[in-house]
């Protein structure tokens, strides 16, 4: 079992940035991959970002290519997602994910709100 902590959701205005993050406050050593996910209201949820924790080779979706950062720092057992020039359609909440296999998900946090404003 893992359990996932986020935080560093909030409002920003359009162009600005953000950094999420999301700790495994138990069994982090479980974990093959981590990533984050986002929902919109009456949207199914979406992938964003992953990466291999191992590794911290990533994988992006392309409606945030260019414009977010996946990273994890292994001491922390955190997942990080910085994400820049923000966009009123990247309003959604945000939720950091996590699979000791390498399809599907099995963990999930709580989620965290981010707001854009334009």
């Known amino acids: 079992q893992v359990q996932l902590v986020e935080s560093g959701g909030g409002l920003v205005q359009a162009g600005g940035s953000l950094r999420l993050s999301c700790t495994a406050s138990?069994?982090?050593?479980?974990?093959?991959?981590a990533g984050w996910f986002r929902q919109v209201p009456g949207k199914e949820r979406e992938f964003v970002a992953s990466?291999?924790?191992?590794?911290?080779?990533?994988a992006y979706a392309d409606s945030v290519k260019g414009r977010v950062t996946i990273s994890r720092d292994t001491a922390k057992a955190t997942v990080y997602l910085q994400m820049n020039n923000l966009r009123p359609d990247d309003t959604a909440v945000y939720y950091c994910?996590?699979?000791?296999?390498?399809?599907?998900?099995?963990?999930w946090g709580q989620g965290t709100q981010v707001t854009v404003s334009s």
């Open positions: 990466l291999l924790w191992s590794s911290g080779k990533p």
């Open positions: 138990v069994g982090a050593g479980n974990v093959l991959v």
């Open positions: 994910a996590a699979s000791p296999r390498a399809t599907g998900w099995d963990y």
